[in-house]
Structure formats: structure tokens, C-alpha cells
């Protein structure tokens, strides 16, 4: 038989999760980006290099021509560039800009204090008991 605390864990989960967002979301809204406009600034961070236009929309999980409308509106604010592939001229490059790095940072700024005001409210052993309990969940993913 399912405990309680098993079944509601999940909302409980997703809960914490939203209100993480929705403060983030509230101290973003000056850099006037999606979340899925910073997801991809997040993935062209993490890539470490440019990448081409249809890696960057299956690691976004959507359809090419979503991904062109995702880098348009980054490109005219300045958060990414756009060049030919040598290696395909056929293919489009992405890379971020300074812009869009400092946008990254303020992005990443945002989610810690929206995480560190909602965790506040529990002793440090057990913030570092929650963080072990996530980092394990993690690593299993």
C-alpha cells in the first residue's frame, strides 16, 4: 500500500520547482527573455562551441523552423550570432555573444536567490540533506 508521503511527493516536487521558477521568471522579466529563449542560451553555453541550428533545436526538443524563431528574436537583442558552417556551407552556426553570457549570469543569479529565499526556511543540515537527497536523483537520471 502507497503512503501518503508517497503519493503527494510529486506535487510536492513540482510545486517547489514552480514557485523556483516563477521568482526567476519575475527577476528576468527586465531581460525581456522565454524560458525557452534561456534554455537555449543555456545549451549554447554548455556546448562549449557554436552549434548548428538543428543540433541546437533536438537538444531543445522542438522542430527546426521553432528553433529559427527561438535564435531570431536572441540574435536582435544581441544574445547570439549566426555564421555559415565551413565544414556545410548549407548549415548555420550559432554562438553566444557577451550579451547573451551576461544574460546567462544574470539568468543563473536569479535562479540562486529565488532557491536560497524559498530553502531559507530550513536549518543548513537539512538544505545539504535535500541537496545530497537531488545530486543522487541526478546522477541516477
Same mark, same amino acid.
Given at each position: 500500500m502507497e503512503k501518503a508521503s508517497d503519493s503527494d511527493l510529486p506535487d510536492l516536487f513540482l510545486r517547489t520547482a514552480k514557485? %523556483? +521558477?516563477h521568482a526567476q521568471l519575475a527577476d528576468?522579466?527586465?531581460?525581456? /527573455?522565454?524560458?525557452?529563449?534561456?534554455?537555449?542560451?543555456? %545549451?549554447? @553555453? +554548455?556546448?562549449?562551441e557554436p552549434l548548428r541550428m538543428s543540433a541546437?533545436?533536438?537538444?531543445? &526538443?522542438i522542430v527546426p523552423r521553432s528553433a529559427?524563431?527561438?535564435? @531570431?528574436? /536572441?540574435?536582435?537583442? &544581441?544574445?547570439?550570432?549566426?555564421?555559415?558552417d565551413p565544414a556545410n556551407r548549407r548549415a548555420t552556426l550559432v554562438s553566444l555573444t557577451n550579451t547573451g553570457r551576461d544574460a546567462l549570469t544574470h539568468m =543563473?543569479?536569479?535562479?540562486? +536567490?529565488?532557491?536560497? @529565499?524559498?530553502?531559507? =526556511?530550513?536549518p543548513p543540515d537539512r538544505r545539504e540533506t535535500l541537496r545530497e %537527497?537531488?545530486?543522487e536523483l541526478d546522477a541516477g537520471a
Open positions: 514557485r %523556483i +521558477r528576468l522579466a527586465p531581460l525581456g /527573455l522565454t524560458p525557452g529563449q534561456g534554455r537555449a542560451l543555456r %545549451i549554447l @553555453d +554548455r556546448a562549449g541546437l533545436a533536438e537538444r531543445l &526538443g529559427t524563431t527561438v535564435v @531570431d528574436t /536572441l540574435e536582435a537583442q &544581441g544574445m547570439v550570432t549566426r555564421a555559415t =543563473s543569479d536569479a535562479r540562486r +536567490r529565488a532557491a536560497r @529565499d524559498l530553502f531559507a =526556511s530550513l %537527497i537531488l545530486a
